[in-house]
């Protein structure tokens, strides 16, 4: 038995609450849970039919939208990533650098 089959809080006013506050999936969670324990009840089939149409369409663009914000927030990983590194980077010397500190004549 999972959590959702035994949750009081799924009821057909907790799902109208739900829709009054625009949580439309938890809405139709709840309904779709109510109707599969009561499948000839009417006004829970009309009450879900009702939430249902208030969810806005998926925009036909969507999938490039998506993959474009997914890149996005790569993008934005690595910077912050790259951010991360760039404080704790040591400082490289090279041979030639060193040697030339090393040949300085000593200032008295």
């Known amino acids: 038995m ?12 907790m799902a109208r609450i739900h829709a009054g506050q625009g949580r439309y999936a938890e809405a139709v969670r709840i309904y ?15 009450a879900l039919a ?10 036909a663009d ?9 890149q996005w927030v790569h993008l934005l990983f690595q910077q912050q990533t790259l951010r991360r590194l760039q404080r704790i980077r040591i400082p ?3 041979k030639e650098e060193e040697t030339a500190v090393a040949v ?3 200032e008295k």
């Open 62 to 70: 969507w999938p490039a939208a998506a993959s474009t914000i997914r």
């Open 50 to 59: 009702a939430v249902l149409e208030k969810i806005p369409p998926v925009p």
């Open 32 to 46: 779709r849970h109510l109707l599969a324990g009561n499948p000839d009840r009417s006004d829970l089939r009309e």
């Open 92 to 94: 490289i010397v090279t």
């Open 104 to 106: 300085q004549p000593d």
């Open 2 to 13: 999972t959590a959702e089959e035994n949750n009081p809080f799924y009821t057909s006013t």
